[in-house]
Nanobody, 115 residues
Framework: QGQLIESGGGLVQAGGSLRLECVLY????????MRWFRQRPGKEREFVAR????????SYADSVKGRFTIARDNLKNGGYLQMNNLKAEDTAVYYC????????WGQGTQVTVSS
């Protein structure tokens, strides 16, 4: 049974950067696609970014395109979401998700952007 752990959230001023990381424990990460989602206050959970198993194909929500970068590091058994030029509307709980033969969700990490 795997466990997905996120880290890297926090409080940042608008225009700043944060890097979220997630690590998959007890299961080989290399055979899983990775996605990030977020849930803003009072909103449904929404897709943010995805990277395929090989790391060759990425996709992003329009709201973060050009500001966020998703990447994977199979040697570390995880990946990260680099978030630049953060805006107040990026304030949310961010969740890592991996899909393969099974699916795992992280516990979420809070990102707060002050304007």
């Amino acid at each position: 049974q795997g466990q997905l752990i996120e880290s890297g959230g926090g409080l940042v001023q608008a225009g700043g950067s944060l890097r979220l990381e997630c690590v998959l424990y007890s299961v080989a990460f290399s055979s899983y696609a990775m996605r990030w989602f977020r849930q803003r206050p009072g909103k449904e959970r929404e897709f943010v970014a995805r990277i395929d198993v090989d790391g060759h194909v990425t996709s992003y929500a329009d709201s973060v395109k050009g500001r966020f970068t998703i990447a994977r590091d199979n040697l570390k058994n995880g990946g990260y979401l680099q978030m630049n030029n953060l805006k107040a509307e990026d304030t949310a709980v961010y969740y890592c998700n991996v899909q393969g033969s099974s699916e795992y969700w992280g516990q979420g990490t809070q990102v707060t952007v002050s304007s």
